[in-house]
């Protein structure tokens, strides 16, 4: 009855541990989060945050249970040792004596356990950021064509975290074993102490009913025994853990002076720096202080900064959001002001959902905001509206797009005080003039609404309309203020200003979410058919991923594995049969030594075994998958083509990919493959021993495999799909803490702390769901089995009794000792294989984006063998090109066999984003592109560059068709300068030249000399410091990225606006650069400054995806009819009538 209690109370104590676990999984994520919310300014890498949560609260809530049972496992050793005490007098401090040294040996392996935890993390750390830089990038890299670089960058990170990872996996490995010892080591040394005992007295040996006494009472000891010593590696893991959470939650919460330049979205971590930035800090501090206090605040008032690139124009308004009430009259802190960035903060969710963002819906002031950003016209192309999914930091809208939904977000929130940091740089002209009169006009909606705000700018029309402007200097000093015209007769920097005076044409992919949107009918069709087939593997299961991970592992490494566990298994078991021998062995016809030496050989075997099964294991073979896996998943990921990542995945789900599924897959999944091997073979011989005692209990063993068949059909179908939908829940989480890494400031300006601390509670709160019926359904299984491993002892035991004169007293004795046991090793094969399909389901998700995510070409792929430095000309030729942004149907993802088929599906009419493009550019022509918002300027520019793929038409650079030709092949021969400079977590030589390591550094500093950054780069530490996304300005950055371009050659240069945040200063320079620089290379512009154009060879005017114009600029511009000369003149009229 005892025996029968104890299975009914145990299920329901787990229960109550998992609820503590889940409790405090809610509270460690939450606290984590606020705590993140509340590091204002403060100098500290936030990536930490997400590694907490990914990492370090996981890691607690799989082992820290163990650290509530310590306690009962003490009392059962207690009382075991007092029941051993009845039947061997007092040999029965010879098992504690066991488990005390093995616990010394635990305790001094579990010491490094944390310290090698940690350094394990902090690698896992590192390429965590590395990762989400470049998949939140990835459009630039490959574009760039630095996707194989960056994906032997992230792979090299993954070899030394893999590396690093080997101390923590061999210190576990030996606490595992050091634990499993007692089980083995003290029936051999407590029989053996009392045989010699015995011997000594000249007392018989034990009997046959002692032997299997005591033997039961040893294994009631040595259980809890070894649930105690596990406790303590995992205890010491855990421990480690929150000592993590534990200093970032101490972290101090005042905030620390802002740095020069530094983006309050950027996650990155610069220390290596940090030093040499101070000066520059108290320059700027000295001389904003005095202007802050000048400056008039007035309701209605709007005043502009303006200056050179790197002036720290930024840096004044980060000032102004940190300054504390009190110290200016016309200055509140951070939750009354409305702020916007230089890069447009939009998290992931709709466009409404980015406008309205934390405030209540009113529908008539929101159409109000909306037209007043000029976006009703975007909204109405768009099949679903302001309903439509932007996409992971706003992929599916273009540049001007973005900033328009963040400038919307800012008026919404209705704050009376807004600041605005260069947010007019992406919009084209039109767009532009009357954005700027709807906004700062005299009658705009600043005014009429009283609100006051400041603005960082370096548009003419922008600057025409403001109250007042501030000009700063390269020192970051305030020399100037006054009106634009005052400023205008006093200051040359404004002459210099007055002349390139034209608006910004719109940004790269600018037509994309046009194009994308049109496709939605067709999108929620196959995106249904893909949940139907996904619906019939969570139910049924895809063991294809298990045998891909043995794959990985080696066929003839899980061999020796599984051989090597089931010996240690199989002798483990038959030291019971030997004892049982031995004590049988009345009459003497062996003596001491013979029993007692083949017992310590089959027990020192055993040790061995196990300690030396998992060491292979873990470092050989899980070490071996873990790389496979990871290799595999990031090279599916950079070489898929974007359009499929950006259709199917967001950046928060790619990157739980690369953290909670790659971590399952590292330490998890293996610790749980290696004890439900070992639970399964210990459940197999206990019913193998039950049935050599009493052979006709294998009658029932068919009706046993049919009833667990049964109920695993019912179990599995059940825990398959929660464990599932408790993974992709947690995506997410993720995507929650990597938006508000990126706009912290953002939210902090606008006091939407809470709300988004509400928003984590709501998240977390849908994924502890599927987490805790999880829990449940393994506990009622845990249940279930117990009761019918208390039927098999009934069993057992009634057969027995029934042919008590048929059989050896002993083996029934040994049986029912099994058969009594086998409750637990059920109970623990099921918490272990349930734990190992949670973790089977990160190898599923790999394996099934592995295999069903489409690829580019590459390079290897033997498609067109290229002629020694192609392309030498740089000859480019469209003929009838029309493309769209289709991608291959979803079907193919379910069976790759039909990527090539045509869709059947009613609405699959492609839409065009370019139609029947037809021109030719000559070797060393200069070419611009231009076009009003949707035109198609991005799309060609995508289609040359092998991101969009021709419909109809071909392409030819030197002759070559560029369909039998690999697109990163394409990227990696093509010069190609961005809109969004790209920059890696790397030193500033790795930056400057990623493609080739053969450039000299003379080469570099002259490359930077020529854009003028390399002084402040030689302050620096020159090309050897490392280089993150606080280094520069967003217009410094611009200009590395062309120093880049400097030292690439290639015989054609694209440039994507690369003026789009640079005074009209640095563009003067940027133009010369590129006129002196690349004067033999085809050049192909889209311009956001026509009066660039102006000396170029040839310009194409796109409207709609068609070729309108074509011709040479000056000849256009002196046709009054041409589309070139109306849209040249409309932006300059427009600039001109504000």
Known sequence: MANRGRKLVIPWGFHYSSRLMIMARGALVSMIYSKLLRLKGNYVNPMTAFTLVTADVETIVNDSWRLLEPWAHLLQIIIGTYLLYQQLGAVCCVPTIVILLTFTLVALVGSHIPGNQGAWFQGIQKRIDLTSQTLGSLQEVKLLGLSRFLENRIQSRRRDELHISQKFRVTNCLALASAYCPQSLAPLITFGAYSIMKLVSNEPNFSVSTAVMSFS????????????LLAIPMGAQAIGCYGRIQDFLQISESPKSEIPGMDSSSPSDTTGIREQKEPVQEVVDKHISTFLLSLQFEPGCVIAITGPSGCGKSTVLRKLLMTKEGQHPGLVPSGDVAYCSQTPWIFQGTIRDNIIGQSELDNAWYEYVVRSCELDVDLDRMPQGD???????????????????????????????????????????HTLSALTGNLFGENGFLRSNAISAVVATHSVPLLRLVDQVLLMNECGQVIDSGSYE?????????????????????????????????????????????????????????????????????????????????????????????????????????????????YATWAVLTTLGLLLTPIFFFTKLAYKASHIMHSELLMTTMRAPISVLTKTEDTGSLVNRFSQDIRLCDWQLPFNILLTLMALLVCLASIGVAISAVPYVAIGTPVLAIVLYFLQMLYLRTSRQLRLLEIEQKAPIVSLFLDTIQGMATIHSFGWNSAYVQRCFSLLDTSQKPYYLLFCVQRWLILVL????????????????????????????????????????????????????????????????????????????????????????GNVT??????????????SMVNPCRANEQSTHPQDVPSLALSNITFTIKAGEK????????????????????????????????????????????????????????????????????????????????????????KKIESLRGLDAMLANDCFSHGERQLFCLARSLLRNSSILILDEPTGHIDPATDATIQQVIRQEFVDQTMIMIAHRLQSLIDFDMVLVLESGHLREIGSPKALLEDPASLFSALYHAIQGASESL
């Open 786 to 873: 117990a009761l019918i491993a208390t039927g098999m002892e009934i069993v057992v035991i009634g057969v027995a009794i029934a042919l008590r004169n048929w059989v050896s007293a002993g083996l029934v004795g040994l049986a029912v000792v099994h058969v009594t046991t086998l409750a637990k090793s059920l109970s623990d094969l099921v918490m272990q294989w349930t734990e190992m399909e949670t973790s089977l389901g990160a190898v599923s998700r790999i394996y099934r984006f592995t295999r069903e995510t489409s690829r580019e070409g590459q390079p290897d792929d033997g498609l067109w063998s290229l002629p020694e430095g192609w392309p030498r000309s």
């Open 878 to 891: 469209f003929e009838s090109v029309s493309a769209t942004y289709e991608y291959a149907n979803l079907v």
């Open 927 to 1014: 070419v611009g592109i231009c076009g009003r918002t949707g035109s198609g300027k991005s799309s060609l520019m995508a289609s040359l560059m092998g991101l969009l793929p021709c419909h109809q038409g071909r392409i030819f650079i030197d002759g070559t068709d560029i369909s039998t030709i690999a697109p990163e092949t394409i990227r990696s021969k093509v010069n190609y300068v961005p809109q969004e400079p790209f920059t890696f977590d790397g030193t500033i030589r790795e930056n400057l030249s990623p493609w080739n390591d053969q450039v000299s550094d003379d080469a570099m500093v002259q490359a930077l000399g020529k854009v003028g950054l390399w």
């Open 387 to 429: 309903a439509t999914n932007v996409g992971s930091k706003g992929s599916k809208l273009s540049g001007g797009q973005r900033q328009r939904c963040a400038i919307a977000r800012a008026l919404y929130s209705k704050k009376k005080r807004m600041i605005f940091d260069d947010v007019t740089s992406a919009l084209d002209g």
């Open 217 to 228: 009472i040893l294994n009631l000891v040595s259980s809890p025994a070894m649930q105690l």
């Open 486 to 598: 005052e400023l205008v007769k006093r200051q040359d920097y404004f002459s210099q200003h007055e002349i390139r005076n034209s608006s910004p044409q719109p940004s790269n992919h600018e037509e994309v979410i046009q194009i994308q949107e049109l496709q939605t009918s067709r999108g929620e069709y196959e995106a249904r058919l893909l949940t139907r087939v996904d619906d019939l593997r969570r139910k049924k299961g895809d063991w294809r991923s298990f045998s891909y991970y043995l794959g990985a592992m080696g066929r003839l490494g899980v061999f020796i594995f599984v051989a090597g566990t089931s010996l240690y298994v199989v002798l483990n078991a038959l030291s019971g049969v030997w004892l049982v021998w031995w004590a049988g062995d009345t009459d003497g016809s062996h003596d001491l030594g013979y029993w007692l030496g083949l």
